[in-house]
């Protein structure tokens, strides 16, 4: 570990500019960075922006392969599902992108209470949700006090034999000691956006006059979380506001830096693109948009860069696109999301709402469509509830030993799904899924157990996992 680096601004701009000006590579450079992908030991800054440069079709497509055969390998067919619950919208920023942006007169306010955030919970709960992603705008009314009791409170929340069984939280930056507090309120990952690498262009988007406003607080939040003991963060950016070329490579800094710094990664990478936000003028003027083409290269070479890293996408992709990503590097999507304060009770769904979504749909037709596509919906929390979190998770993951976990783990909480809360239809075609994917594991102990689980659930025994 470099504790020297710890709080250093890593992201030198002129570098990577100048690395994304480079030569397009030759199909023999290309296929040398390839080759080495297929090692599942990632890629260097350097490889990346090779990969970045590529523009011949045919060696994009190759890009996607090598992608699929990453993500094949360490995931294998499983996709982890998780819901938000926005606590408030109010928001002292005033982000150019962003429907809670403080100067938006548009959109009704709210900050829930406790007993709307624990009703919001029940709803969630019944559809059959598991993880949650707590999210709300950057307030006094949204503290860290505030933010623990919401935890305490859902983590309480019990219906019938369901509990939430692991939550996210996605906030603003804040200081070591209030990290230390959330840390102890047993979050999973911690997420927080940079927006923008681009300390430029951060400027004109975040106005002075408000907390966000300051690049340097945002860019080394996650070395005050991890400083904290918070073993898991979840970095990201907003596609559309800088050149994606220079976002992937500060990404790749990002990851990078703290790796050097405190020995693990990012656990996840979020991948969204802005979308169209009421009151916000930046999101119908995109200034760097991202085409669907482009999309699906950047995923997938941030895939084969970062093999063991979650990547994440939201309810702003349609279905389609969203189906399609799967095979190329998405190991977590969002499924019946709302992205305002207490929607899901009273589905007021475009008031008050941070971005217009492009899915829909509700999150047994998510899971009836990733059945179809041959994938096993996973509601997983048995790594975190065994603290396998963090350089520990990694050091099962790089040698392939995590596998052993995800794929049994995926088949119990999908099975609890199908029993307790899928129609006939999606129990049947799912429970088929599952008989498909026991051929595939091999004939040892370790099946005896998987099986011995899988017969206890359909017995009644809940909330089984290795």
Do not use: W
């Not at 503290?143 to 019938?160: F, K, L, N, S, T």
């Not at 990012?266 to 083409?293: K, Y």
């Amino acid at each position: 570990m470099n504790i020297a680096e710890k709080n250093q601004n890593f992201i030198n701009r002129e570098k990577l500019y100048s690395l994304i000006e480079g030569n397009i590579p030759t199909s023999s450079e290309v296929e040398t960075v390839l080759n080495k992908a297929r090692e599942l030991n990632g890629l260097s800054l350097e490889e990346v922006a090779l990969l970045l440069r590529v523009v011949s079709h045919e060696e994009i497509q190759k890009i996607m392969e090598v992608a699929h055969y990453v993500k094949e390998a360490i995931y294998g067919k499983r996709l982890v599902l998780f819901a938000p619950v926005y606590t408030g919208n109010v928001c002292v920023n005033n982000c150019l992108y962003c429907a809670f942006r403080r100067d938006n007169k548009s959109i009704v306010r709210k900050v829930l209470d406790m007993s709307e955030i624990e009703e919001e919970t029940r709803i969630l709960l019944r559809e059959g949700h598991k993880r949650i992603l707590l999210i709300c705008g950057e307030s006094p009314r949204n503290d860290i006090d505030y933010i623990c009791e919401a935890i305490r409170r859902v983590y309480a929340i019990r219906e019938g034999k369901h509990n939430v069984r692991r939550i996210n939280v996605e906030l603003a930056p804040m200081s070591v000691e209030d990290f230390r507090k959330l840390k102890k309120e047993n979050i999973g990952t911690y997420v927080c956006f940079q927006e923008t690498y681009e300390p430029e262009l951060y400027k004109v988007y975040h106005p002075a006059g408000s907390p966000k406003a300051d690049y340097e607080n945002r860019l080394l939040v996650m070395d005050r979380a991890m400083e904290a003991g918070i073993s898991d963060v979840g970095l990201g950016v907003l596609f559309g506001l800088a050149d994606y070329r220079f976002e992937i490579l500060a990404l790749m800094e990002h990851a990078n830096h703290l790796e050097r710094v405190f020995g693990c990664g990012p656990h996840t990478i979020s991948f969204p693109r802005i979308e169209h936000a009421e009151g916000a003028p930046l999101s119908d003027n995109i200034p760097h948009a991202v085409s669907d083409d482009d999309f699906k290269k950047i995923i997938a070479i941030i895939r084969i860069a970062l093999p063991y890293t979650g990547i994440i996408l939201s309810t702003r992709e349609n279905d389609d696109m969203r189906t399609e990503l799967f095979n190329y590097g998405i190991s977590q999507i969002s499924a019946g999301s709302r992205t305002n304060p207490g929607a899901y009770s009273d589905d007021a769904e475009n008031s008050g709402s941070q971005f217009s979504l492009g899915d829909h749909r509700s999150l047994e037709e998510v899971i009836s469509s990733m059945i179809d596509s041959g994938y096993i919906p996973s509601f997983c929390t048995g790594c975190y509830r065994n603290n396998r979190v963090g350089a520990d998770f990694m050091d099962l993951a790089k040698p392939g030993l995590i596998k052993q976990y995800c794929l049994p783990n995926a088949m119990f909480s999908f099975k609890e799904y199908l029993y307790d809360f899928a129609s006939e239809k999606t129990r049947e075609k799912g429970l088929a899924l599952i008989e498909k994917m026991l051929k595939d594991i091999p004939e040892n102990n370790r099946k005896t157990k998987i099986l011995d689980n899988l017969s206890n659930i359909e017995k009644g025994n809940r909330d089984l996992y290795f």
